[in-house]
Nanobody
């Protein structure tokens, strides 16, 4: 059974930091591209960051470049999102997403973790 479990969300002041984790189970983690998405109230879900199955390449939304860093630890079947210099507009539910990098391109979502940036 494929499972993605996010953790690490919470309330933080502007300028603060949080590290999100996504623990994966039930599939061959090293064969999957992993991503973080977020969805703020009244807005569409948007891609925040992604990392290839090899971990050799990452990509980021323009709004988080230079502030967020995504990484993966295949030994722990876990991906991370280090978020620094947080802004109120980063407030959202953050979701972990897994997509197999080759056919049959199966995919799965986590349940999400709330991040609130407020003074």
């Amino acid at each position: 059974q494929v499972q993605l479990v996010e953790s690490g969300g919470g309330l933080v002041q502007p300028g603060g930091s949080l590290r999100l984790s996504c623990a994966a189970s039930g599939f061959t983690f090293s064969r999957y591209t992993m991503s973080w998405y977020r969805q703020a109230p009244g807005k569409e879900r948007e891609l925040v960051a992604g990392i290839t199955s090899s971990g050799g390449s990452t990509n980021y939304a323009d709004s988080v470049k230079g502030r967020f860093t995504m990484s993966r630890d295949d030994a722990k079947n876990t991906v991370y999102l280090q978020m620094n210099s947080l802004k109120p507009e980063d407030t959202a539910v953050y979701y972990c997403y897994a997509r197999r990098s080759s056919w049959p391109y199966t995919n799965s979502w986590g349940q999400g973790t709330q991040v609130t940036v407020s003074s």
